[in-house]
């Protein structure tokens, strides 16, 4: 990934939360030659490992899953939200073009498959604790319920230790203080996704 200076992100904690919060991730692989992509639920644990672990699982039709075997790297990314910024938006529109604002992380590993059933139980346990939270109504998996054990037999599990990251934060940080705080104003009054390049722009100059 291009990442100039002005964008780079490599505060661990920082990378971390992003993943925790943006967990419906895009993994992709190479199967006979060929790129192959999908889109899956993703968990972040902090340990084993300087950059923490990943766990997810695949549909056992999704054929991907046999690229997760341990015989080669494997690109994970968490996308963030992103935002059209129109030149008109600056101090000097005349003299400038528009851009993108997004942030992402790019995770890097060897994916090896859950092939012990209770192991891949306790995966998908971790993964619902994750998602359902600790509210009242949570849903939790019960991994001694026969019926339960024999779906799951429809799914592949998969653990990453990841060995690289990279984070990219394009929040106008090589604009002026005043474009940065102009533009904040131009996406709060747009859509959700938008007030979310918004919060992240805000955050940042508040560092």
């Known amino acids: 990934m291009y990442v100039p200076k002005h964008f780079r992100e490599e505060d661990l ?38 950059y923490g672990q990943l766990l997810g699982h695949f549909a056992l039709g999704n054929s991907q899953w046999k690229t997760f075997d341990g015989s080669q790297e494997v690109l994970i990314i968490f996308q963030g939200p992103h935002a059209y910024i129109s030149p008109s938006w600056y101090s000097e529109p005349e003299i400038s073009v528009p851009t993108w604002n997004y942030a992402v992380v790019h995770a890097y590993g060897v994916p090896r498959l859950v092939e012990d059933p209770d192991d891949l139980m306790t995966l998908l346990g971790d993964q619902v604790h994750v998602f359902e939270g600790t509210d009242r109504l949570a849903w939790f998996l019960q991994p001694e319920n026969e019926a339960m054990r024999k779906k799951a037999r429809g799914v592949v599990g998969f653990t990453m230790s990841i060995t690289r990251l990279q984070g990219k934060y394009k929040l106008n940080q090589n604009r002026s203080l005043t474009d940065q705080e102009q533009v904040i104003d131009q996406l709060e009054t747009q859509d959700d996704v938008s007030k979310g390049v918004a919060a992240l722009m805000r955050k940042r100059i508040a560092q």
């Open 13 to 50: 904690v920082e990378l971390h939360a992003f993943m925790s919060g943006n967990p419906f991730a895009l993994a992709i692989s190479n199967q006979e030659g060929v790129p192959v992509a999908s889109h899956i639920p993703v968990i972040l644990q902090a340990e084993p490992g300087p």
